[in-house]
């Protein structure tokens, strides 16, 4: 499981370097087994900087080409041929200069070295969007803000995003620590830090303009589910901040809507899914089992047959998801979705390890799933998620957000003593410090549900 060190900045103060924080956080039981950097654009732009085209004449020997004068500043005015078709003399552009390293968008790094070009000296580059990897524009240079300075650093103007991120070996027995928010409560009990989470204060219905029906027929499998619709949303490209946080836990933007799920998911741990709801037919969202050997096409385009055990959720004439799983190939967002219908769901592991085992899915929500959710947050994070949806996409939240849960799972008891403790640790821990870090767990749980404070024991030898 990766987990950015910036990314996690967003919900506690951390003011330990990325190793220190490695080695606290194994030290907890979540075992760091590398730290590796994340790059927005390889290399971070080192070595370029603003230049002024001071020049721009037709180079002699060759009709394509231009022989400029390039001014980087402290005196330094370089020759350089060009060969763009948008060079011209007084503009602000991206210069290279003997020494520096080009990372091209495609993978490809070379260094500029000073060199002839049909006979003219050239001593840099005026680069294009693409050979610095900003972009895939290769029409013409890019051509900066006339008043930015000569000579600034070009990662001064575009600031790249650098990061640290943390491969966690993540044991069977911490799916509470499979989000940056759940490895921010392990640091809240070790430095006692606050942990602060998105505002949901703002989250309102619009209006009532696309109800949508849930109907449980498994409540064994699906023991909560919550929903809600959002009408009038336009699909594109996620901005830059939101493609940062995925591509740094090595995950590939889609667009807005399918991003904004992935990074709720990667946030809170829970796992949601964006149905097109005109794809809904009759407005109905049935969860159930379907016969064996019922067909199904997922989104990679393979059809599978169905076990019996298999939990999906319908629409009134079929099935358009395989349920904690695999999304169907009909029923996803795609660019001409304009309604969505957002689901939050609990999903028990024993069906959810089945399906994924049989089916040879592995996906991020069967992984969350299979060991267990907490079936507390599905509400919270489907508000999130929508409130991002409204941001990014636009559209109205136009139902009110449904929410089946006839029978609550309680929280799980832990009775222990702490002579229990100091056993299992192998040395003695002050009492104080022992009730104070699990008070600062429970702390956190409380951000989110209404439960009981911590209760002391009947003598000094319980908690």
Known sequence: MKISYNWLKEYINIDLDAETLGKKLTSTGLEVESIESYEEVEGSLNGLVVGKVLTCENHPNADKLKVTTVDIGDGNQLPVVCGAPNVEKGHK??????????????????????????????????CAEDEIGLGNDHTGVLVLDADLDIGTPIKDHFNPLQDQVFEIGLTPNRADAASHIGVARDIRAFTGHKVQLPSLSKFKVDNNDLPIEVIIENMEACPRYSGVTIK???IQESPRWL??????????PINNVVDITNFVLHEFGQPLHAFDADQITGNKVIVKTMPKGSKFTTLDEEERE???????????????CIAGVFGGIKSGVTDNTKNIFLESAYFSPDY???TAHYHEL???ASFRFERGTDPDITVHALKRAAMLIKELAGGTISSEVVDIYP??????KVPVSYAHIDRLIGKSIPKDEIKSILERLHD????????????GGADNNGL
């Open 362 to 364: 592995k996906t991020d």
């Open 352 to 354: 959810i390890r089945r």
């Open 306 to 320: 169905l076990l019996e055990t298999d939990l999906m959720i319908c629409n009134k004439k079929e099935g358009m």
């Open 243 to 252: 493609k940062n946080r995925l591509r740094s836990i090595g995950l590939s």
């Open 407 to 412: 029978k609550k799972l309680n929280p799980f």
């Open 232 to 234: 009038g949303v336009t």
């Open 444 to 455: 956190h749980l409380m951000l989110f549900y209404e439960r009981k404070t911590l209760e």
């Open 93 to 126: 552009v991206v210069v290279a200069p003997v020494g520096t390293t080009l990372h091209h968008i495609s993978g490809e790094s070379f260094e500029i070295k000073k060199t002839k070009i049909r006979g003219e000296v050239s001593e840099g580059m005026i």
